[in-house]
């Protein structure tokens, strides 16, 4: 060994250095090949344990759900109550955790999925006991109680109309929130204006829309007094436009939005026309909604009256429109009447019940802020892709849905539908409502 140092100390530099670099890297080949060597004799696998709980998460997957059982929609009622009971006791003590739960249940069709849930979260939790006793009490107020069977609480949904209009709603989805996002107002607010016009045209014309438009389920387009899905009357639509274009307003929605509403020609009534009464588009009739809302909201701001968290005024201002929109301390909600049934209600009141219903949350949902501010001004390019939502339909003539002149009744029934509907295709209402 002496000598072998003897002898290298005696090389020259460069013999040294390579020496040196040959040793390195036969220890890296000895290194990498025993490596090799214990991964294939499996000495580097890492077998695992068993989790000293098994047997428990064993029993949570194998919780019974309702997917195979044939139950009743009473007893899944039921289920899905004392469910949501047992929730509320989880809820006493981990909130956070009920929370998710509970949105988690929502989008699940099994409520025993709430079982398996809380179960999984039992085995971290130190007060077991005491969420048992205080779910076994709520179960026990709730099975005490019969479970009912009944329709909608509020009485013109749970008529064959309601289903049918929902429908047609829902098919507008992407056009209602494109309108809500481009005049910065929560779309739930402009649905909940289109139902009570929409509710108020069935009912008035109710032969009409029971036969032609409920068994398609289509958005009636008006187009002699007022016009669109909407309603809206032309010297509405007009002032509305020149709100957005007057700084000095007490309405002016700011310059963000000054264009939103800008006329490709110069002929502007019967584009004005064109756009709300377009029955294969309806975004124009939405945005003029929407604006209807936030410049209401805005005058009666201007004025020391927040009445952005009352819908049901909203609503009801905007059924009455501009010229009886006076702010004032302690408004109240009514609008048109409308005769649903065997009920009265006002614009504002069926406007106010969809609101809180419920109903299409998941299309539309509630928004912790209804009113929000454009986040850009719109650029040309922005103003030339809403105008691209004019469709070429021919519009139904002025008036139409008012005529009662029966003189040409061979004409007229030659003539092709204003709302493009194929009524050899329509049966009755009662067939198609769910």
């Known amino acids: 060994m002496k000598n072998l140092w003897l002898e290298f100390k005696q090389r020259p530099l460069w ?42 998460l064993m029993s949570v997957s194998e919780v019974k759900g309702l997917k195979d059982a044939k139950l009743t929609q009473q007893q899944i009622d039921e289920q899905w109550a004392l469910q949501y009971g047992r929730l509320a006791a989880l809820a006493r003590f981990y909130p956070e955790n009920a929370r998710l739960m509970l949105r988690a249940a929502q989008f699940s069709d099994d409520p025993l999925v709430v079982d398996r849930m809380v179960a999984a979260a039992a085995i971290y939790m130190e007060e077991n006991d005491s969420i048992d006793r205080l779910s076994d009490a709520i179960a026990g107020i709730l099975t005490s109680m019969p479970q009912q069977q009944r329709g909608n609480i509020i009485p013109w949904m749970d008529g064959p109309e309601w289903p049918a209009l929902r429908d047609a709603i829902t098919r507008d989805t992407a056009l209602i929130r494109e309108a809500g996002r481009l005049t910065g107002v929560e779309p739930r607010l402009i649905v909940s204006c289109l139902i009570g016009e929409q509710i108020r045209l069935f009912n008035s014309k109710r032969e009409m829309f029971k036969k032609y438009l409920g068994p398609v389920k289509v958005l009636s387009v008006q187009s002699q007094f007022s016009y669109g899905v909407n309603g809206i009357k032309d010297f509405t639509a007009e002032a509305v436009e020149e709100h957005l274009k007057d700084p000095t307003s007490e309405y002016y929605m700011g310059a963000a939005y000054e264009h939103l509403l800008d006329f490709e020609t110069d002929d502007h009534v019967t584009e ?108 040309p390019e922005d103003v030339a892709r809403i105008q691209q939502n004019m469709s070429d339909c021919a519009r139904p003539e002025r008036g139409l849905e008012y005529r009662h002149d029966s003189t040409d009744q061979a004409s007229v029934a030659e003539q092709p539908d204003p709302f493009g509907i194929d009524h050899s295709k329509v049966v009755p209402m009662e067939h198609t409502a769910q």
């Open 272 to 379: 004005r026309y064109n756009r709300l009464v377009d029955y294969r588009n309806h975004l124009y009739s939405y945005i003029y909604t929407g604006c209807i809302l936030h410049q209401t909201m805005l005058q009666w701001r201007r004025a020391g009256y927040d009445i952005s968290d009352r819908p049901d005024i909203l609503f009801t201002l905007f059924n009455v429109g501009f010229s009886q929109s006076v702010p004032k301390p302690n408004p109240m909600a009514g609008g048109s009447h409308i005769k649903v049934g065997d009920r009265d209600y006002t614009f504002g009141a069926i406007g106010f019940d969809f609101y809180y219903s419920g109903e299409l949350a998941e299309a539309f949902p509630f928004h912790r802020q209804r009113f929000k501010n454009a986040e850009r001004p719109l650029t």
């Open 15 to 56: 013999r040294k250095i390579c020496d040196i670099l040959l040793v390195l890297f036969a220890l890296a080949g000895v290194a990498i090949i025993g490596a090799w060597g214990l991964y294939q004799l499996g000495v580097t696998n890492n077998r695992g344990a068993v989790d000293k709980n098994y047997r428990y």
